[in-house]
């Protein structure tokens, strides 16, 4: 089974190709998700020596993340999974930061418990994107506040933390809670781990059409706000 995966809910964004669950390649992109697509993910089908009819299942990340980038991943994977009549797998990204720090085991110290994995991906506005995980499993679903209110609720039992907002809040997270882990990288490339989720959700049977992907926002948009305040 071929999976090709797109991230555009980071700063970054990557895109990876995956056979049988196992990563091929992966990929991260420092121009802004409109300049990189189609491009970066037709260059990586060439360098695998792939064509987009080769792709059994297309997968990329809903979220959360920005409204733009997230608009552009989606729309980007739904046309092609549209025009090769394949599925669609949406994977969250907090999902995929989770299950790299489980991965990696990064967060294993010895004989002792796990830590608990905290992922964040910065929502901007002095705010992260941010949820809470207990050997693999969810304990605290989305949420967009400012970091120091994240880190209030998690003195109790310091976590590892992962995503893209972490190197922005590096010193926050030093001075509040200076027992806590950082992994390495802390903002590690999605597209993988998405590709690996996706192929194992489709071994389970897990096969949706395109047009049932759905973003996980989190945060409302801006022409909502507007919306709303207009109504007022």
Same mark, same amino acid.
């Given at each position: 089974?071929?999976?090709?995966?797109?991230?555009?809910?980071?700063?970054?964004?990557?895109?990876?190709?995956?056979?049988?669950?196992?990563?091929?390649?992966?990929?991260?992109?420092?121009?802004?998700?409109? #300049?990189?697509?189609?491009?970066? *993910?037709?260059? +990586?089908? !060439? @360098?695998?020596? %792939?064509?987009? &009819? /080769?792709?059994?299942?297309?997968?990329?990340?809903?979220?959360?993340?920005?409204?733009?980038?997230?608009?552009?991943?989606?729309?980007?994977?739904?046309?092609?999974?549209?025009?090769?009549?394949?599925?669609?797998?949406?994977?969250?990204?907090?999902?995929?930061?989770?299950?790299?720090?489980?991965?990696?085991?990064?967060?294993?110290?010895?004989?002792?418990?796990?830590?608990?994995?905290?992922?964040?991906?910065?929502?901007?506005?002095?705010?992260?994107?941010?949820?809470?995980?207990?050997?693999?499993?969810?304990?605290?679903?989305?949420?967009? #506040?400012?970091?120091?209110?994240? *880190?209030?609720? +998690?003195? !109790? @039992?310091?976590? %590892?933390?992962? &995503? /893209?907002?972490?190197?922005?809040?590096?010193?926050?997270?030093?001075?509040?809670?200076?027992?806590?882990?950082?992994?390495?990288?802390?903002?590690?490339?999605?597209?993988?781990?998405?590709?690996?989720?996706?192929?194992?959700?489709?071994?389970?049977?897990?096969?949706?059409?395109?047009?049932?992907?759905?973003?996980?926002?989190?945060?409302?948009?801006?022409?909502?706000?507007?919306?709303?305040?207009?109504?007022?």
């Amino acid at each position: 089974m071929i999976v090709l995966a797109l991230d555009t809910s980071t700063r970054e964004g990557s895109c990876a190709i995956a056979r049988d669950g196992e990563v091929r390649e992966e990929a991260g992109d420092g121009r802004s998700h409109a #300049e990189q697509l189609p491009q970066s *993910l037709m260059s +990586l089908l !060439d @360098r695998n020596r %792939l064509s987009l &009819g /080769d792709v059994d299942v297309f997968a990329v990340a809903t979220g959360p993340g920005s409204f733009t980038g997230l608009r552009v991943g989606i729309a980007a994977m739904q046309g092609l999974a549209f025009a090769t009549s394949k599925p669609l797998i949406g994977v969250s990204a907090l999902d995929a930061l989770a299950a790299l720090a489980v991965a990696d085991r990064h967060h294993a110290e010895g004989g002792a418990a796990p830590r608990p994995v905290a992922t964040w991906i910065d929502a901007w506005r002095g705010e992260v994107y941010a949820a809470l995980y207990s050997e693999g499993r969810e304990v605290e679903p989305p949420t967009v #506040e400012s970091p120091a209110a994240v *880190l209030a609720r +998690l003195q !109790d @039992r310091p976590p %590892l933390l992962i &995503g /893209d907002a972490v190197p922005i809040y590096t010193d926050l997270i030093r001075r509040t809670l200076p027992a806590a882990a950082i992994a390495e990288p802390a903002a590690p490339l999605l597209a993988g781990m998405v590709a690996r989720m996706a192929a194992a959700s489709a071994r389970a049977g897990h096969r949706p059409s395109p047009d049932a992907i759905r973003p996980l926002y989190v945060r409302r948009s801006d022409a909502e706000i507007s919306r709303d305040a207009r109504a007022v």
